[in-house]
Each structure stands twice: as C-alpha cells, then as structure tokens.
C-alpha cells in the first residue's frame, strides 16, 4: 500500500526508491503500519537526491537528505553458485545431461526485475529457465566426453540492466563407448555348385562388442554387391551365401550394427565377402555347320549330341570323283560330362525340316543323348546335278531332366551346297 504520506499531491512512495539492500538511514520518527519509513526507501548513498518534500526529521533536515530519488539507484547483482555441473552415465553414443541450478539476484533497482541468461563460452547447451532467475543448463554430450563453459545473466528493472559474473557450466557423459571388432575381414566361398547356377556359401566371420551396457544385439548389413543374403543376420557370426552362375564370381562387402542395452549402436569395419560357382558353363556353341560336295557325292550336315557331353560336328564334302566324308568337332556342350542328366530339343526356326538319312531328325520333342547318331540328333543333305543349296536354322535348347529349367538355348545353322558334275 502507498505511504500516505503526500508532497504536492504525491506519495513518497513514488517520489524515493524501494529499499533492496544496504545501511538503513537513521530513524525518522514517520511510520507506515507502526514502521519508520527509515526501512521503506533506498539509502541516499545508492542514487541522487529527490526533491525537498518539506517532511523533516530531527534536526530540521528534509527527508530528501536520507533517501534516494525514485529511478536514481543502479541495480547491483549477484549470482549463487558461480559452478554448475552436470554428471551421468547417458548413454552411447549420446545422451542427455542436466546440471544442478544457479540463481541471480538484483537489488538496488525500481519495480521488479527481468532476467535473461547468457552463453559467453562453450557450446552445445541450452538453458532450463533462460528467462528466471534460477536456471540449469542441458545438452547433448557424446559418450565419455564433458562439455564446460560460461554463462551470465543480465538483470534490468526496466531502466538500467548489469551484467552478473560469470558462471562456470560442466556436462559429462561418463559412459564409456561400445567399442566393435570383427575377424576375419574376408569371407569367400568356391565350389562347382553346378550349371546353369548353383548356391555357394562361404566361411564365417564374427564380430563383438566391449565396454558398452548390458547385452548385445547384431544386424549384419550388405554394404555393396548384390545376389547374396546372411545365413545368420541377427547373430554375432554369419556366414554369406547365394546362387551364382556357372563359372562366375560375385564379390561385395558388409558390417555388423552392434547395439547394447542402453540403445547405443556401432557399426563395426567393413568386410570383404565373395562367391564363386567353378562350374563351366552348359552352353549350345553357335555357328554355320557347312557341308558341299559335287556331283553325284551328297553334300549334307548334321549335328548331334552325345551321352558324354561332346557336340560334334558332321560334314560330307567331296570334289571330283569322290572321298571320304569327315566329321568335326565343335567342342564340349557339357564340360562336367554328365549329359545323361540332360535332354535337348530342337525347333525349326527356318528353313527345310532336318531329313538326313540316319539322324533322328525329330524336332519338338526332348529326348536324352545317347552315344551314338540316335537322340538326339539333325541333319540336312542334298544331292543334285544341277547344282543346289540348302540352309535350315534350329533353336537347340538343352534343359537339366530332374528340375525342366532350360540351362541353355541358342541357334545352329545347317547349310549346304551340292555343285554340279564337271563337264
């Protein structure tokens, strides 16, 4: 409540400043509520002096020579404690850290005061109450690591503001980081795991966590490459395998995420893994399979296929008045010599219908190879004293028999030329 006591019209509640700290004047003999006013207003000493007010004390001074004018006092500040810290085990690889709290004052001041805290050095923290009188300080530390700095406040009462001293801050994540291993850091796998393709699995490697909280869990992670999965994705160790062609290597690398109890993850070094199917390749060799003879030798070319894997050529050219016929290899159609296990099919693609005396010549039908000219097997062959040319195109397919998936497929081209008698 205001004084009541008045100077031309005016409270002396608004004519000196409200006492904060320091001496009080001496006794005055005018009380409010049975109290002298001596505790009622700032000391002369902490500002200027009012107006005469024309109230006296003892002596015949007016009260102007006690007590500070309104606005005239400056604010003086403290703070308590000037160290904050904040300790904990907050997990990996972070975490967050709170500190106790400090607290500023300010006195000598008009009306009430508003705070605003500072960072003067250090980074990554922020206040708990940046606008109070009482604030902490919080961030985010990264694992066995402490963050230190400064802060202040400033304290205005809306005329002048000060600037308290500084405030020493500290955050430290105590908890130590996972640290990761894995051995070895290359995996590979080789077999002759068969034609067209086949799976091969390689050896194991295994990785482990220390110094981090609790139990581990594992998630190996494909790095690069592709056409391979874990044989174990969630364990400590994994092997990798997949389906690889014949005769075809697929490499890549990888990592462990390692995660203990407290969430905190690492990821270990990479590893090198590697796939390779040995096995050659079933193919069907391409080409022109040629035959030409002259009148009246026949000039014919065929194609068959053998229980031990060879494929073969057959071609009868002949000049002048006769020869032999010759036959000519065209190389293996299956290097693991385990052709009874297959059949093959031909389909005309062009051309007359395969029609050689001796050759099966069926066409649309599988049938398993055999150790002679029986299945399965083609050919063409003319003979004609005017000369003649004939040229037929298959699509030969070669399919595994325990599975039917076509290994294989590709086109071979039949062609002769009979020429005419010498005259």
Not at 393 to 400: A, D
Request: charged share 5%; aromatic share 6%; with cysteine.
């Amino acid at each position: 409540m205001a004084s009541g006591f008045l100077s031309g019209g005016v409270d002396l509640d608004a004519i000196f400043a409200p006492y904060t700290t320091g001496t009080h004047p001496a006794t005055t003999g005018f009380e409010v509520g049975g109290v002298d006013i001596n505790t009622r207003y700032a000391p002369i000493s902490q500002g200027s002096a009012a107006l005469v007010t024309g109230y006296k004390i003892s002596g015949g001074a007016d009260l102007n020579t006690l007590f500070a004018a309104a606005s005239s006092t400056t604010v003086t500040v403290g703070t308590q404690p000037a160290n904050v810290s904040g300790s904990t085990s907050a997990g990996d690889p972070s975490g967050t850290v709170t500190s106790n709290t400090t607290t500023c004052a300010g006195a000598g001041g008009t009306g009430s005061y508003s705070y605003t805290w500072h960072i003067a050095s250090g980074s990554g923290v922020t206040f708990t109450a940046g606008t109070s009188a009482t604030t902490g300080v919080t961030g985010t530390v990264n694992a066995n690591t402490t963050l230190s700095g400064t802060m202040y406040c400033t304290i205005s009462d809306g005329i002048s503001s000060v600037n308290t001293n500084t405030v020493n801050w500290s955050l430290q994540n105590t908890t130590i980081p996972v640290s990761v291993g894995v051995q070895p850091s290359n995996v590979s796998g080789s077999a002759a795991a068969g034609s067209p393709s086949g799976t091969v699995t390689s050896g194991s490697t295994s990785c482990s966590g220390a110094n981090g909280t609790g139990s581990y869990s594992y998630e190996w992670v494909l790095a690069s490459g592709s056409g391979m999965s874990f044989t174990a994705p969630n364990s400590a160790s994994t092997a990798v395998t997949g389906t690889v062609n014949a005769n075809t290597t697929i490499t890549g690398t990888m990592y462990c995420k390692i995660t203990d109890s407290t969430g905190g993850t690492v990821n270990t070094s990479t590893v090198t893994w590697s796939l390779d199917n040995t096995s050659p390749a079933i193919q069907v060799i391409t080409g022109t399979i040629g035959g030409s003879a002259t009148y009246p030798q026949a000039a014919s070319a065929g194609v068959y296929f053998t229980s031990d894997g060879t494929q073969w050529e057959q071609s009868n050219q002949t000049d002048g008045g006769g020869g032999a016929g010759t036959a000519e290899s065209m190389g293996s159609w299956d290097p693991e010599g385990d052709g009874g296990n297959y059949q093959i099919m031909a389909t005309l693609v062009s051309g007359p219908a395969p029609d050689w005396t001796g050759y099966n010549n069926t066409l649309n039908v599988w049938g398993t190879p055999t150790s002679g000219l029986g299945t399965p097997s083609w050919g063409i062959s003319v003979t004609n004293s005017g000369g003649q040319s004939e040229q037929t195109v298959l699509n030969i397919q070669i399919r595994r028999t325990s599975t039917g998936v076509v290994v294989a497929s590709n086109h071979v081209t039949l062609s002769v030329t009979d020429r005419a008698a010498p005259t």
